[in-house]
Nanobody, 116 residues
Framework: QAQLGESGGGLVQLGGSLRPSCAAF????????MDWYRQASVKQRGSVAG???????NYADSVKGRFTISRNNAKNTVYLQTNSLIPDDTAVYYC??????????WGQGTQVTVSS
C-alpha cells in the first residue's frame, strides 16, 4: 500500500532552520514528481516547492532563496531545507507524490512553527 510519511517539523525561532523530510513506501519513487505544500490554520493549502523525477525544481515566490527541495531516490525520500524562517512560514507542511499515470499520494503532514 502506498504511503508517504513526513517528519522533521518542529518549533524554531525567527531566522532559524528546519529540514522536514518525507519518506515514500509502496511506490516507485524515482518516477514520481514530489511536491511540498503547506496550510496555515486560516488559509488554503498552497504549493511551496516541487522537484520532478528528473530533478528540476520550482519554488513559490515567498520561499525562493530560503528553501531548497531535494530528493534521494536511493532512500525514497524528499527533503525541504528551510532557512531564515519567519512567522508567516508557520503551517502544516505536506508532501505529495504524483506520476504521469495520474496516481497521486499525500502524507499526513508535519507542523512547522516559527516563533518571533
Amino acid at each position: 500500500q502506498a504511503q508517504l510519511g513526513e517528519s522533521g517539523g518542529g518549533l524554531v525561532q525567527l531566522g532559524g532552520s528546519l529540514r522536514p523530510s518525507c519518506a515514500a513506501f509502496g511506490i516507485i519513487f524515482s518516477i514520481h514528481a514530489m511536491d511540498w505544500y503547506r496550510q496555515a490554520s486560516v488559509k488554503q493549502r498552497g504549493s511551496v516547492a516541487g522537484i520532478s523525477s528528473g530533478g528540476r525544481t520550482n519554488y513559490a515566490d515567498s520561499v525562493k532563496g530560503r528553501f531548497t527541495i531535494s530528493r534521494n531516490n536511493a532512500k525514497n525520500t524528499v527533503y525541504l531545507q528551510t532557512n531564515s524562517l519567519i512567522p508567516d512560514d508557520t503551517a502544516v507542511y505536506y508532501c505529495d507524490a504524483w506520476a504521469e499515470s495520474g496516481h497521486e499520494y499525500w502524507g499526513q503532514g508535519t507542523q512547522v512553527t516559527v516563533s518571533s
